[in-house]
């Protein structure tokens, strides 16, 4: 299958700092990437759809200047987490798209203290 | 009523058992069916996708989609302990760049 790769896989930082974590799809070029937020025991949130070139797409209840998402090639995308806080502390985990379906990365687990 | 419905579990099964894995749908728009697995502290794997109803078999691992009954199922033949994991189903209304809607998880152990 298809791979996808996340830097880093984990991150801990100290509240007020931002933290940007990159999502790259190795061996297929990716138009569309999405972004995901999952915590303990639960199942995969979606916060926003990125799209190359083009502003991303946040899900409600998600903020856009705080979750700052660049998409500025075929294959990386990134999200910036900025003045984090204790709360944004969770799995991140991004999926890139080929023409058939997603393919997800590793997570990047963030601890915000 | 959420749009894609899966048991949480947990489910344990002994080693060498069928596993059955199920979820279903209310949103007839859904035609891409997915199952991920997803091991604790890791980002879901891709084992299966289809879209049509009827069967679809890798290795160990069956997918079975009802379009008519808006049920989707997996099987799992001769489980291992490696197939210990959480499997998520997904689905989206079309391939490719669609969202994916998901279901809870079923958090699945298989006792050696």
């Known amino acids: 299958g298809a791979v996808v790769s996340q830097h880093p896989s984990w991150v801990i930082c100290k509240s007020g700092t931002s933290v940007k974590i990159e999502c790259r799809s190795l061996d297929f070029q990716a138009t569309t990437m999405f972004w995901y937020r999952q915590f303990p025991k639960q199942s995969l949130m979606l916060m926003a759809t990125s799209n190359e070139g083009s502003k991303a797409t946040y899900e409600q209840g998600v903020e856009k200047d705080k979750f700052l998402i660049n998409h500025a090639s075929l294959t990386l995308s990134t999200l910036t987490v900025t003045s984090a806080h204790p709360e944004d502390s969770s799995f991140y985990i991004c999926s890139a798209t080929n023409q058939e379906t997603q393919y997800f990365g590793p997570g990047t687990r963030l601890l915000v203290l | 009523q959420k749009e894609v419905e899966q048991d949480p579990g947990p489910l344990s099964v002994p080693e060498g058992a069928i596993v059955s894995l199920n979820c279903t749908y209310s949103n007839s728009a859904f035609q891409y069916f997915m199952w991920y697995r997803q091991y604790s502290r890791k980002g879901p794997e891709l084992l299966m996708y289809?879209?049509?109803?009827g069967n679809k078999e890798d290795g160990r691992f069956t997918a079975q989609v009802d379009k008519s009954s808006k049920y989707i199922s997996l099987f799992i033949r001769d489980s291992q302990p490696s197939d210990s994991a959480t499997y998520l189903c997904a689905m989206s209304p079309g391939a490719g760049s669609y969202q994916l809607t998901f279901g809870k998880g079923t958090k699945l152990s298989v006792i050696p």
């Open positions: 289809t879209y049509s109803s």
